[in-house]
């Protein structure tokens, strides 16, 4: 089984800045793809950032710029740096990880992790 944590979420003002983490544990050979997704209330879930295994990032123009996504490989960690937060930023915010198993594994599985508020007050 895999779990995926995430923590970090809070209130802040706009303007501030908030740091994300994500954990993966359990059963872990490799992590392809990690990525954080957000939904805000009425909303569908929206793509944010992601970063592949080489470290090739991808943002979403509403918050290139403002937010990062670094990855810690051995510790199996991937966080979300968000600066300069607007009040459009307040959502849950989901880590998403696209990874092996096992070595042996045919294909990758993705998996979601269960979301961390963000609320940025104007």
């Known amino acids: 089984q895999v779990q995926l944590v995430e923590s970090g979420g809070g209130l802040v003002q706009a303007g501030g800045s908030l740091r994300l983490s994500c954990a993966a544990s359990?059963?872990?050979?490799?992590?392809?793809?990690m990525a954080w997704y957000r939904q805000a209330p009425g909303k569908q879930r929206e793509f944010i950032a992601t970063?592949?295994?080489?470290?090739?990032?991808t943002y979403a123009n509403s918050v290139k710029g403002r937010f990062t996504i670094p990855r810690d490989n051995a510790k199996n960690m991937v966080y979300l740096q968000m600066n300069s937060l607007k009040s459009e930023d307040t959502a849950v915010y989901y880590c998403?990880?696209?990874?092996?198993?096992?070595?042996?594994?045919?294909?990758?599985?993705?998996?979601w992790g269960q979301g961390t508020q963000v609320t940025v007050s104007s």
């Open positions: 359990g059963s872990i050979f490799g992590i392809n793809n």
């Open positions: 998403n990880e696209d990874l092996w198993t096992t070595a042996w594994a045919r294909r990758t599985n993705v998996y």
């Open positions: 970063i592949t295994s080489g470290g090739v990032t």
